[in-house]
């Protein structure tokens, strides 16, 4: 059984810097492609990027394109969503998410709890 535990969210300034974590277990990680989606209040839920099994390749929505950075450690089983230039329209709950097929067109499979990030204005 596949768990991810996302850390690293909080509450930052307009402009600033977050590092989210994603902890995998269950299963062998390097099988999978890892993603990040959030929520937003009110909103549906809205992916943000996704790193292959490898880490070769990337893929951000264009809201954060630029701005955000993932990566992936086979070695520790860790994926890590740098968010940089945060803007307060990405104040959401982010989820890490585990999946199969292509990197842009991605069965998802396995979801973690949640962090939130709030950015303040």
């Known amino acids: 059984q596949v768990q991810l535990v996302e850390s690293g969210g909080g509450l930052v300034q307009a402009g600033g810097s977050l590092r989210l974590s994603c902890a995998f277990s269950?299963?062998?990680?390097?099988?999978?492609?890892m993603g990040w989606f959030r929520q937003a209040p009110g909103k549906e839920r809205e992916f943000v990027a996704a790193v292959s099994w490898n880490g070769g390749s990337t893929y951000y929505s264009d809201p954060v394109k630029g701005r955000f950075t993932i990566s992936r450690d086979n070695a520790k089983n860790t994926v890590w969503l740098q968010m940089n230039t945060l803007k307060p329209e990405d104040t959401a709950v982010y989820y890490c998410?585990?999946?199969?097929?292509?990197?842009?067109?991605?069965?998802?499979?396995?979801w973690g709890q949640g962090t939130q990030v709030t950015v303040s204005s």
């Open positions: 998410a585990a999946g199969g097929g292509s990197i842009t067109s991605v069965q998802w499979d396995y």
């Open positions: 269950g299963r062998t990680f390097s099988m999978y492609v």
